[in-house]
């Protein structure tokens, strides 16, 4: 009923020249929506209902991740656990280590003055001493080297690097072994020139060998983990 006399007093003052024809339309289509609406109330509940039912917002969430998840979150990195024996044979490794250099200059100075023919029995024992060091020592750190290279395989971090140092050091024990057969060999054969040179020539490799295999695992050539 309002709406019925909504629309007879907007054509009244159309009329009367009151009411301008774009209102007039206003108020013509509210009224007509209005009817509409009321007969839809009146007529269809059911639809009406439907039409006001709040609104049900959906959880979006992107493809494979699962609820309660943060995007954000990087992936939890694996975690290594060590014994305390690993930390006590790393430690032995290490000292064990920086006596590789001076051991090497000795022997290079003896060894290279014995066959030059300028050696004396004392330079011989200094030989066979440091020639015992040396084997003692490449016992040691191949011991603790392997035995820790074993434990840390699952650890990614530096595994590259401690797989080459491992086998240049092996290569070097293997040198070094070649080394004293060969020592052997020339002092049977009465001190052969020959069986000399090739006795130098592995050790110096051997020297080689082993020293780039301590120098890739300084700090200043680990800088990039």
């Known amino acids: 009923m309002l709406t019925a006399l909504s629309l007879v007093t907007s054509l009244t003052l159309h009329v009367a020249g009151a009411l301008p024809s774009d209102t007039l339309d206003a108020s013509l289509s509210a009224g007509i929506a209005a009817q509409d609406v009321s007969g839809l109330l009146r007529t269809q509940p059911q639809e009406w209902a439907s039409l006001m039912a709040p609104v049900t917002l959906m959880e979006v969430r992107p493809a494979g991740l699962s609820r309660g998840a943060d995007p954000s979150s990087e992936e939890t990195p694996q975690l290594i656990e060590y014994s305390d024996g690993y930390f ?11 006596l590789t250099l001076p051991l090497f200059v000795g022997q290079y100075y003896v060894g290279s003055r014995l066959i030059d023919g300028e050696g004396s029995s004392s330079l011989r024992n200094w030989h066979g001493i440091l020639t015992g060091a040396i084997g003692g020592l490449f016992a040691v750190n191949t011991v603790t080297g392997v035995w820790n290279m074993w434990e840390a395989r699952k650890d990614p971090e530096g595994r590259t690097r401690r797989t080459v140092h491992s086998v240049l050091m092996l290569l070097a024990d293997a040198g070094f072994v070649a080394t004293g057969a060969l020592a052997h060999e020339s002092e049977g054969g009465g001190f052969d ?15 080689a060998t082993a020293l780039v295999s301590y120098a890739i695992m300084l700090p200043f050539f680990r800088s990039d983990e």
Do not use: F, P, Q
């Open 193 to 207: 020139s020959s069986d000399y040179n090739a006795h130098r020539g592995v050790a110096i490799a051997s020297m």
């Open 88 to 98: 006590t044979r790393l430690t032995i490794h290490k000292w064990a280590s920086y």
